[in-house]
């Protein structure tokens, strides 16, 4: 059964036939492909080319998309599970496919002219070139208003300077979809949206630092120093631009929940067959209730970070508002899963501390899943503010 | 004064070099020479035999300031002066003191302790290393795990099996093992998230001879000295807590005056300053349950609850501060351009080893409920 109806939210909690098969699917390219590599691409910063070839023929990159444009025309939820599964064995490959799913492509898709959308979502949603996103700037972080990056009009083009950080796919893509002020006077309702293409003069994409996690997920910082953009790139009209970046953040945020998810699912799967396998003073260390009890807290945050998820997306598919739902599951699940990670190490002893067994390496990807994409602090923002302002969401 | 010293050597010998040898995964030999020079390694070594003969509130006051600069260092350093230079200055004979403390002290060797096997971590005395009388001695056999300072230390201390027929926890014994003894041998490398300068590795014991000259205590009965010594390995390792604790505070100060968003420094905000708060009043509880902890044992009064208590909440205030200060210097934090991601990475260890947790709760509970 659909779960969802012209709009209407069911109240089936069971996986449509369609979205079973897609976990299924995802989770069996995820230990046979993923899982053997995750520690190599973490060790090196690589990122798993050879995993995205696989993903292309899948058809994961355009599985949320219509089959117009060459996607699945899968539900949401169908990509959410995507995620979940994927991050359950290999959060930095996940990280990768969401960023290019609901920021790389879904903004062009649900925001770009007719010339922009046969321009990039082809080779986007087949996944031949990867998308890319640029909102964050370094003095621009959870203030994400505060864009000092500039587009000047002059004539039949815009003049691009600035800066942007911390940009995910930025080495693997062709489109970089990011924000400009326009006229600073108007503060966020001076801020556009427009497409950049990889090889556009002035455009320079500069490698990214080091992580502490997500090391296996590529990403750069770019530099625009008088890049010369013609007026058809911008997505949406002049001064739209916050508010097209806000309705692609809140999709942003449910894969976000996704890749929480599934990263304290991945944890407690290794840490419930750790525990029942190993053995100190003469039992499981599962037989201890300071262990099982753990478990048990990692199991209940897990299935409460899911529906949260689950839901948000529900919504989404279902075209009620989702945006206060999304914060909510980003915020939870993201929380829930360094929780569960850091309980993850401490089941596994010294073992947890080991590079050699992926729970430390879950527990540093974990981080990732609080700051990026809104940092918790930005959740609570926008929860508290829907709230006070009595704003009845999708609920 | 220590504290001033130790300080003024952390930000000039090790505050600088630590990113590197965190990436590089490089022993600090040079920091090790300069804190040997500086007469940190003799700490708690008595004057008669070449030391400072300082207690173990200076140790948590020298380690502190050790590790809010180089935790990699400071467990280098922690193993040395309270695993092995106190212990030794404890339970050693007078001729074991004459012979190995001042090399000690000097930093002409390094100390290691083998406690933990595969099969015997929190269940330490579980260990099955076995040690077997042979003529004027013992023939030491096992593998010893997660080793700190093995492939640089020039003495061990080694706890196996004497008596396995006894009941679980009395018949182990301590030995003394020199580098140099025929059958050692240095096992696999951990590779690890945090304290990537340390050495850690496993210690392989191949028929290893020892004299008895070189037995601590009684034979049967070095378990005990285990749990006394781990008493102070915990004020060490609530000092390494306390030290990456502050340096998580320090850096999160600084970042919350100078980034700005929204048009004001990030610490104005109550979401920041009130962060700010909870990491500061914790470190304060912190360093007072390790102080006490370490005051209690120079006293010579029982500690083994204070030393758990004093450990189990460092080292969690500790982590809570290092996810706190990630989360303070948002997507910069989590690159290594900011020293929090290595505080990130360093702080989780010290909820797990020298008694994870779990095993000090184990003890807590156990004395409030006998």
């Known amino acids: ?36 590599a995750a520690r190599a691409c973490d060790e090196h910063h690589r990122f798993n080319t050879e995993a995205w070839a696989q993903m292309r023929e899948m058809g994961l990159p355009g599985l949320p998309f219509p089959e117009q444009w060459g996607g699945a025309g899968m539900d949401s939820l169908s990509y959410i599970i995507a995620v979940e599964e994927m991050a359950r064995v290999d959060a930095s490959t996940a990280l990768s496919y969401a960023a290019h799913v609901s920021l790389g492509t879904w903004p062009i898709y649900a925001f770009g002219s007719e010339a922009l959308k046969q321009r990039y979502l082809p080779g986007l949603v087949s996944g031949e070139f990867m998308g890319a996103y640029g909102l964050t700037e370094p003095n621009a972080g959870s203030d994400s208003a505060g864009t000092q990056t500039t587009a000047v009009l002059q004539g039949d083009h815009y003049l691009i300077n600035g800066a942007k950080c911390f940009i995910t796919n930025g080495t693997y893509a062709k489109s970089f979809v990011i924000t400009a002020q326009c006229d600073r006077a108007k503060g966020a309702k001076g801020i556009t949206a427009m497409v950049i293409d990889r090889d556009q003069p002035g455009f320079q994409i500069v490698p990214g630092e080091e992580k502490l996690g997500m090391r296996g997920s590529d990403w750069v910082n770019l530099v625009f120093q008088d890049c010369k953009l013609p007026k058809d790139a911008l997505l949406g009209a002049e001064g739209e631009g916050f508010a097209t970046f806000m309705k692609t953040l809140d999709g942003g945020r449910i894969s976000i929940g996704a890749l929480s998810l599934g990263i304290a699912q991945g944890a407690l799967d290794y840490a419930l067959k750790y525990a029942t396998e190993r053995q100190q003073f003469g039992k499981p260390l599962a037989g201890h209730q300071a262990v099982s009890f753990k478990l048990a807290d990692m199991e209940t945050e897990t299935h409460a970070a899911r529906h949260l998820v689950y839901h948000a997306a529900r919504l989404k598919d279902a075209g009620r508002p989702f945006g206060h739902e999304a914060a909510i599951a980003k915020y939870y699940a993201s929380e829930a899963c360094m929780r569960a990670t850091y309980e993850a190490i401490q089941i596994l002893g010294g073992n ?12 540093r990807d974990a981080k990732l899943c609080t700051i990026g994409e809104g940092t918790s602090e930005v959740q609570k923002i926008i929860i508290s503010r829907d709230l006070l302002r009595g704003v009845q969401q999708g609920s | 004064m220590i504290r001033a010293s130790a300080r003024e050597f952390a930000d000039r010998t090790l505050r600088p070099h630590a990113a590197r040898l965190d990436a590089e995964e ?37 380690l502190e300031e050790i590790n809010a600069a180089d935790a990699s260092v400071g467990v280098t350093l922690s193993v040395h002066i309270s ?54 001695g013992w023939r030491l056999t096992g593998t010893k795990s997660w080793i700190t300072s093995a492939t640089h ?60 000259t070189d037995v601590i205590g009684k034979v049967n009965e070095g378990f005990k000295i285990a749990l006394d010594t781990l008493d102070g390995g915990r ?8 030290g990456i604790h502050r340096a998580c505070l320090d850096a999160s100060v600084k970042y919350a005056k100078e980034r700005r968003q929204f048009g004001k420094p990030i610490g104005e905000f109550q979401a920041i300053a009130w962060k700010l708060a909870d990491m500061a009043t914790e470190l304060d509880a912190a360093r007072l349950l390790v102080h006490r902890a370490a005051w209690l044992r120079d006293q010579g009064l029982p500690c083994t609850k204070e030393c758990s208590m004093a450990k189990v909440f460092s080292s969690r205030a500790c982590n809570r501060a290092a996810q706190e200060a990630v989360q303070i210097h948002g997507g910069a934090g989590y690159t290594k351009e900011f020293a929090v991601e290595r505080h990130y990475r360093d702080a989780r260890i010290t909820e797990i080893y020298e008694g994870a947790t779990d095993i000090q709760r184990l003890v807590i509970s156990r004395s409030l409920l006998k």
């Open chain 1, 1 to 36: 059964m659909a779960s969802t109806l012209n709009g209407t939210l069911a109240s089936n909690f069971d996986l449509t036939e369609e979205q079973a098969m897609i976990r299924e699917m995802v989770r069996r390219f995820s230990l046979e492909t993923l899982a053997p």
């Open chain 1, 352 to 363: 947890g501390f080991s590079r050699e067994y992926p729970v430390e390496r879950m527990y």
């Open chain 2, 26 to 62: 490089r022993f600090p030999e040079e920091a090790l020479r300069e804190a040997a020079a500086a007469g940190f390694l003799g700490l708690t070594v008595p004057e008669a035999y070449g030391g400072a003969g300082l207690g173990n509130l200076h140790c948590a006051i020298l």
């Open chain 2, 83 to 136: 695993l092995m230079c106190s212990m030794l200055a404890k339970h050693g004979s007078e001729e074991q003191k004459r012979r190995w403390l001042p090399r000690l002290a000097s930093g002409e060797l390094l100390g290691a302790y083998c406690l933990t096997e595969p099969q015997a971590g929190s269940d330490a005395a579980a260990l099955r290393a076995a040690a077997k009388r042979v003529d004027g």
């Open chain 2, 153 to 212: 230390a020039g003495l061990f201390v080694v706890y196996a099996l004497s008596d396995a027929a006894a009941k679980k926890g009395y018949g182990i014994t301590t030995f003394l093992v020199p580098a140099d003894a025929k059958g050692l041998k240095v096992g696999k490398k951990e590779e690890k998230m945090g304290i990537r300068a340390s050495s850690t590795t496993e210690l392989i014991l191949e028929d290893v001879f020892v004299p008895d």
């Open chain 2, 235 to 242: 004020i060490g390792i609530g000092s390494q807590a306390l």
